[in-house]
């Protein structure tokens, strides 16, 4: 694990394997814990660059947040770190993010491997995730990761998996609330990037039970790529793939990655 300053704000990375590098990138609300399933299920031969978002997690904040400077900041850190391309694997906001990179510099990109996909919020859910900012900054982090909980999360791991839910419920509440506010503000104004001209091998997967990315609105998602994109939806899951079904998720990187 280390620190990076990058673009006048310090950035946390987490670190491992050995081989083929992999950026992942995480989603509102989660940081680089959010990969830690794939320490030990996926082989040495890829190597996971897992850092905390600016304004996520344990790196700090930075007061004009956007996606725009997240993409920024990322081709920034694989400039740091010496990653001259890179597979990008991305969750929820995060998998907005990778898209931008992959539009803005598609000679870094090796591969997309997005979970929990979107191209931006859709209209109606702009105002609602502007508006947990403010809830944020007024009565904290605990109401936000309670809400998530019922609302992200499918019934069964609700039911069958505590453990998960209260390590999902955890990676919310640890967010400081103003970091937290700005990376709302920067999804709730995200605008999506044109991937029309993309064909590096791309992979989207969903639960049949996320409602940030339900499988109907990933399957219009796949048909903006350049190249033939069919999404994968797993069963009895919610929005927080890796974390609910990691065994399937990891099989399918598996797959998908070579490994």
Request: glycine content about 6%; hydrophobic content about 45%.
């Amino acid at each position: 694990m280390s620190v990076h300053s990058i673009n006048n704000h310090d950035i946390f990375v987490d670190r491992f394997g050995n081989g083929v590098p992999v950026l992942a990138i995480h989603g509102l609300g989660g940081s680089s814990n959010f990969w830690w399933p794939l320490h030990s299920a996926l082989p040495n031969a890829l190597e996971i660059t897992a850092p905390d978002m600016p304004s996520s997690g344990r790196s700090t904040n930075d007061p004009a947040l956007s996606i725009g400077s997240l993409a920024n900041d990322m081709l920034s850190l694989m400039d740091a770190l010496g990653l001259e391309h890179a597979h990008l694997l991305g969750h929820s906001m995060g998998t907005i993010v990778c898209q931008h990179i992959a539009a803005r510099a598609p000679e870094r990109v090796l591969s997309l491997a997005l979970l929990g996909p979107l191209a931006e919020p859709p209209a109606p859910a702009r105002p609602n995730i502007a508006g947990r900012a403010e809830l944020a900054r007024t009565q904290g982090m605990q109401p936000i990761s309670n809400a998530i909980i019922d609302a992200a999360l499918s019934d069964k791991t609700k039911a069958e998996k505590p453990v998960t839910t209260a390590f999902i419920r955890e990676l919310v509440a640890a967010q400081d609330a103003e970091g937290y506010a700005l990376s709302c503000i920067a999804l709730a104004e995200a605008q999506a990037a044109d991937v029309s001209d993309l064909t590096c091998p791309t992979m989207l997967i969903t639960g049949d039970e996320d409602k940030v990315a339900p499988p109907t609105n990933v399957e219009a998602l796949a048909t903006s790529f350049g190249s033939t994109v069919s999404p994968i939806v797993l069963k009895d899951c919610g929005h927080w793939t890796l974390l609910e079904q990691p065994q399937s998720t990891i099989d399918h990187l598996k797959n998908f990655y070579g490994v």
